[in-house]
């Protein structure tokens, strides 16, 4: 079936370091979407990108979205210990069910 | 004014226990969902509920059932608790069941089976 493959699995960074989560599906994707969860917390929507080669921005956070609609990333520049947390991509095959991948948790070190 | 509220926060239960976890959500939503969280975050979806009708069902144990009275509500009952059922369960609601729909989660039910 199809899966949506995220990479790194954990990632530890010096406050200020840049960090990126990569996310790779099997099959076209009609969109994907990324949810942060804070510790303790639920994941909370941040973005959902639709186009091939569609990037969008929110303040430090990059999205990224695959020409080929199969893969996305999310790039944090200049992090934060307020971005400690897990990033999950998620994406439909066009088959009506959204995915997640397995997350990227991400410690950032003061 | 949450809007997507679920009880209780934590449950710890025996094995062989039956116990359930009440979702409702206030945001007009029509489609519900139940998501499983394991100890490695792996986020799992269990069932999705459109306007009260099932329309996913993963490959979930028999133990597990869920039940929407209306489509505010999606309540998940689970009977002969093991072992391996102690996780986070989240319920969750979008505003249809497309997958281009934002998914909003309630806060988590914590189930730790002893």
């Known amino acids: 079936g199809q899966q949506v493959m995220q990479i790194p699995q954990y990632q530890h960074v010096q406050e200020g370091e840049d960090f990126t989560t990569y996310c790779n599906s099997s099959?076209?994707?009609?969109?994907i979407q990324w949810y942060k969860q804070r510790p303790g917390g639920h994941p909370v929507f941040l973005i959902q990108?639709?186009?091939?080669?569609e990037v969008k921005k929110q303040k430090r956070l990059t999205f990224q979205f695959g020409e080929a609609k199969k893969n996305s990333s999310l790039h944090i520049t200049a992090t934060q210990t307020t971005d400690v947390g897990t990033y999950f991509c998620?994406?439909?095959?066009?088959?009506?069910?959204?995915?997640f991948g397995q997350g990227t948790e991400l410690s950032v070190k003061p | 004014d949450t809007a997507v509220s679920q009880t209780p926060k934590y449950l710890v239960t025996q094995m062989g226990n039956d116990k359930s976890i009440k979702c409702e959500q206030n945001?007009?939503?029509?489609?519900m969902y139940w998501y499983k969280q394991d100890s490695k975050k792996f986020l799992k979806i269990m069932f999705s509920?459109?306007?009260?009708?099932?329309?996913i069902n993963e490959t979930v144990p028999n133990r597990f059932s869920p039940k929407s009275p209306d489509k505010a509500h999606l309540n998940l009952h689970i009977n002969s608790l093991e072992l391996g059922d102690s996780a986070v369960y989240f319920c969750?609601?979008?505003?249809?069941?497309?997958?281009?729909?934002?998914?909003?989660f309630g806060e988590g039910s914590w189930l730790t089976v002893v």
């Open positions: 969750a609601s979008s505003r249809g069941p497309s997958s281009g729909n934002t998914i909003y």
């Open positions: 099959t076209t994707l009609s969109n």
């Open positions: 990108l639709v186009k091939s080669g």
């Open positions: 998620a994406g439909d095959n066009q088959g009506g069910k959204l995915i």
């Open positions: 945001l007009g939503h029509d489609t």
């Open positions: 509920y459109n306007n009260k009708e099932l329309i």
